[in-house]
């Protein structure tokens, strides 16, 4: 079984900084679809507010093809309604229940209005599992001592490293937590020439022209870096990994175990962005 969990954000809705060719056609996605299944992908991560995630994946368990588990994240937007919209996107979905049902953001999860909602989920045995996306460290260490939050999402990357979010991590695991990754490739800020960042993404020049540079010294490419370097730390249980045809898919798969040398990793672990701010995507317009 892959420790990968295929993301559908972009066969929902056009997503990404380097996203030059918008959403790939049905075609498209139910090929990448065999294939993920095929190569031991269980899971797949989605979200109401995806688009028309929830739809294509539904139409491709009722097409006779494979089932797979969806994790999906939900919005407080009128809490009251929550069990009904999932109850509607697992019709969408063509599933009986969620594997795991996500805050959608930290903000969501401390709004006490809907955690009565959330656990009417759990004992409704509409979901198997509650989780908690996050962003910052002071959010991840909040949701740690959730002994109702099973699952916890946050962003990890050769920017948001093990330095910054390691002791966390390992706390985490401590107290029995699932931990899944998310934003790997900083939505594809890695891919970009560091001659060619505009506006804010300028201050983050230097740390990129770093990364290049071990990914050339390491005679990587920069996805294989990026994957095996999340791939070397045991106590990530899951990757989230989002892709727009069947050839990224498999090349990502010939990766999926690190090689990484310590001193591969060590220098990673020593890029230090200086503006924390900028590790996050909402902060980027």
């Not at 990357?157 to 937590?177: M, S, T, V, W, Y």
Request: aromatic share 10%.
């Amino acid at each position: 079984m892959s420790k990968y969990t295929l993301g559908t954000v972009q066969f929902g809705m056009n997503y990404g900084i380097n996203n030059k060719n918008g959403q790939p056609d049905k075609s498209k996605i139910k090929d990448i679809f065999d294939l993920a299944h095929d190569s031991g992908i269980v899971s797949l991560d989605s979200a109401e507010a995806y688009g028309i995630a929830h739809t294509i994946i539904g139409d491709y368990h009722r097409s006779g093809k494979q089932l797979f588990n969806i994790n999906s994240k939900f919005s407080s937007i009128s809490p009251e309604s929550l069990i009904n919209r999932v109850k509607y996107a697992c019709e969408l979905l063509a599933v009986e229940k969620l594997s795991i049902c996500f805050y959608h953001s930290y903000a969501e999860y401390k709004d006490k209005c809907i955690k009565p909602y959330f656990n009417k989920l759990l004992n409704d045995n509409l979901v198997e599992q509650l989780g908690v996306s996050v962003y910052t460290n002071d959010e991840f260490e909040d949701v740690i001592n959730d002994p109702d939050i099973k699952v916890i999402q946050i962003p990890f990357n050769p920017f948001d490293n093990f330095f910054r979010r390691g002791n966390l991590i390992l706390k985490a695991k401590e107290n029995g937590k699932r931990i899944q990754v998310r934003s790997i490739f900083l939505q594809g800020l890695f891919f970009i020439s560091p001659n060619n960042l505009k506006g804010k993404l300028v201050e983050l020049k230097e740390e990129l022209i770093k990364l290049n540079e071990i990914a050339q010294t390491s005679n990587m490419t920069m996805s294989n870096l990026c994957l095996q370097y999340a791939l070397h730390y045991k106590q990530i249980d899951d990757l989230i990994i989002g892709v727009d045809t069947c050839e990224q898919l498999s090349l990502n798969l010939l990766n999926s175990t690190s090689d990484l040398s310590l001193d591969v990793i060590e220098s990673i672990n020593n890029i230090r962005v200086k503006n924390n701010d900028l590790l996050y995507p909402y902060n980027w317009k």
